[in-house]
């Protein structure tokens, strides 16, 4: 089964610093790639994934996020946060060739944003 | 659109009871994938169901059940209640599972077992 690690439980930062948060799998097969995000008070939500391709992944509210197959790491970044990127930032990973409704997740990462 | 609408949003409930939970997926969704949340584990995958049958399982015990009707709308079952089962249960779905339907998640029902 895949273990999913994220390195930092929770992340302080100020408003315009840059954030990147680790995601490690274990896994050593071909895996799809997800980051989701919870708002304070609402439902997790996809902020992006990765199938194929680009190792490069583009998503939304300017997030980014980095597939490095050697690594087995799927780092998300962003240059610049703001305060509303306050959440909890969850890493997931689904075995390629399994359906997408089985999702192993990371243990979650607290991001505070100070203004 | 709705969303995926999860009741009963709170629960308590006694050791030794049983419970069920509900969700109704997002319309024209056919996937249906339940999870656990705690402090303690994380999200753990509890199972998936796509047109009524179970194609998925994670690692939990018999007590765990659910099934899916043929609306899609789904249900999970925990009997014989443990302290350890509080927890919110999420619920997920998709169109149906594929690469190009990923899920889309409720608010939960947040257990308490006492």
């Known amino acids: 089964a895949q273990s999913v690690s994220q390195h930092n439980h929770h992340v302080i930062l100020s408003e315009a610093a840059s954030l990147e948060l680790g995601c490690n799998y274990s896994?050593?097969?071909?895996?799809?790639l997800f980051w989701y995000v919870q708002y304070p008070g609402q439902h997790l939500q996809l902020l992006l994934k990765?199938?194929?391709?680009?190792?490069l992944v583009k998503g939304i509210k300017g997030f980014e996020a980095e597939f490095i197959k050697s690594k087995f790491s799927f780092n998300l970044r962003k240059p610049s946060v703001q305060w509303s990127d306050t959440a909890e930032y969850f890493c997931?990973?689904?075995?390629?060739?399994?359906?997408?409704?089985?999702?192993?997740f990371g243990r979650g990462t607290q991001l505070t944003v100070w203004p | 659109k709705a969303g995926v609408t999860q009741t009963p949003r709170y629960l308590i409930k006694t050791r030794g009871q049983q419970v069920t939970l509900s969700c109704s997926p997002i319309s024209g969704h056919r996937s249906v994938s339940w999870y656990q949340q705690t402090p303690g584990q994380g999200l753990q995958f509890l199972f998936e169901?796509?047109?009524?049958?179970?194609?998925n399982k994670g690692n939990f015990p018999g007590r765990f059940s659910g099934r899916q009707f043929s609306n899609s709308r789904s249900e999970m079952n925990v009997s014989t209640l443990e302290l350890g089962d509080s927890a919110l249960y999420l619920c997920a779905s998709s169109l149906a599972g594929g690469e190009d339907s990923p899920l889309h998640f409720g608010n939960g029902t947040r257990l308490t077992v006492t």
């Open positions: 997931a990973v689904s075995d390629r060739g399994s359906t997408l409704g089985r999702l192993y």
């Open positions: 169901y796509f047109s009524e049958t179970q194609r």
């Open positions: 896994y050593g097969g071909t895996v799809n």
């Open positions: 990765y199938f194929s391709g680009d190792p």
